[in-house]
């Protein structure tokens, strides 16, 4: 698999209210690649008749890997290459669900050029719902 291009923003081309987006899908596949990396078989990410037992819909998300699709936005497209996050914090409102469409959306709320970095509002959705809300501090690395 050939790696995607990552975008690569300059300083001068952030402002606030620039945003960008990733749309996924978690599959049953990816969701027990994921349990195998982190180490984490819960029976509720790992086991959708378990999950179901317990009121689920299905095989809960691993809110680590949502958190690997807030790291994809930010060092594929915003800021992109120069990019590296030293904070993120995310408040969980309801469960994903696998093979559900989902999105994570990213707007600049502040930028401080003397440090270089850049606040990011995250909100994750599966379809029109939201599930996840919070907020990414990410350093901008310039020459």
């Known amino acids: 698999m050939k790696p995607a291009q990552c975008q690569t923003l300059a300083w001068s081309e952030l402002q606030e209210g620039l ?52 790291s994809q936005l930010i060092g594929m497209l915003l800021p992109g290459r120069d990019s590296v996050w030293t904070g993120v914090s995310l408040q969980f409102r309801q469960p994903l669900y696998v093979g559900r469409p989902a999105r ?32 990414a501090e990410v350093l901008l690395v310039r020459p």
């Open 19 to 70: 945003s960008s987006s990733v749309d996924f899908v978690v599959s049953a596949e990816e969701l027990q690649q994921f349990a195998v990396l982190s180490g984490d078989f819960n029976p509720l990410h790992v086991d959708a008749d378990f999950a179901r037992s317990k009121g689920f819909e299905g095989a809960v998300v691993h809110g680590a890997l949502l958190v690997a699709k807030v």
């Open 104 to 135: 994570v959306d990213a707007v600049v709320g502040r930028l401080s050029e003397a440090t270089g970095m850049v606040l990011l509002k995250l909100k994750l959705f599966a379809g029109q719902n939201l599930i996840a809300k919070g907020e």
